[in-house]
């Protein structure tokens, strides 16, 4: 039973990706017909470096997308060792100093007893600064506070990374984790989609909680009895 859950989760997840994978080829793809369509001998210099441009653009942005569709299948080996948690979480946040020192975001650390797992440190490290960016790039300058916090509970060592930034809408939040997912002009919405891989390979939960205006929380609940 727990099997074919497994498998009607896979196809109707693999069903969902082509979905997304065919509305994002498309868009550009329409484009490129469209500035085709324009393309005649009486053009200007001006309107053919505009068509051509666009052609260009979107042409490339296919080739991107085959290009991370390729990389996010690619078998990527797990390497377990017994790690600190919360040393994976500053070495995250090292590589997120710069962004929050340019915000003059107000990072707040609550750390509990520190706990060691079997991790793969690398990417749990991606996963962790996947979170920490998008809490960085969700809230004002000046205004944001980001709260990272570790508690040990019952068979369980969460993560807590808490924001003060815009928030996600119900509608959203079912969404969130999906590739391609993204509300940002130059986002590429992968940073979850990958994020959840990592921690599922890790049979670690991840729950969200937020509301539009109100702040974001991302808990990450890691089973001690994983080895
Ligand atoms: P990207 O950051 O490239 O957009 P992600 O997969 O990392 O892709 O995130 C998908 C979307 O989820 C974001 O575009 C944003 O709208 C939303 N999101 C993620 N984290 C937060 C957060 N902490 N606060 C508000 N929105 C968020
Ligand atoms: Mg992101």
Do not use: W
């Amino acid at each position: 039973l727990e099997r074919d859950r497994l498998l009607a989760e896979k196809s109707a997840s693999t069903a969902r990706l082509a979905r997304t994978l065919a509305h994002e080829v498309r868009n550009p793809l329409t484009n490129i017909h469209l500035s085709l369509d324009q393309l005649e001998p009486e053009l200007t210099d001006e309107e053919l470096k505009l068509f051509t441009d666009i052609i260009r653009r979107n042409s490339r942005r296919i080739n991107t997308l085959i290009t991370e569709l390729l990389e996010s299948f690619k078998p990527q080996e797990t390497v377990l060792s017994e790690v600190s948690v919360v040393e994976l979480i500053e070495r995250a946040l090292s590589e997120a100093l710069d962004r929050i020192n340019l915000k003059k975001i107000n990072l707040i650390k609550h750390f509990s007893k520190d706990c060691r797992l079997y991790l793969d440190q690398s990417k749990i490290k991606i996963a962790f600064l996947n979170l920490i960016i998008n809490a960085i790039e969700a809230m004002e300058a000046e205004k944001g506070v980001l709260t990272i916090s570790t508690v040990a509970h019952q068979e369980y060592f969460h993560v807590i990374i808490q924001d003060n930034g815009v928030g996600i809408s119900q509608e959203n939040l079912n969404r969130l984790f999906e590739p391609y997912f993204t509300l940002k002009t130059n986002g590429l919405g992968l940073g979850l989609a990958a994020t959840l891989t990592i921690l599922q390979s890790h049979h670690a939960r991840v729950e969200v909680e937020s509301e539009l205006g109100g702040g974001t929380i991302f808990t990450i609940a890691f089973p001690f009895s994983e080895k």
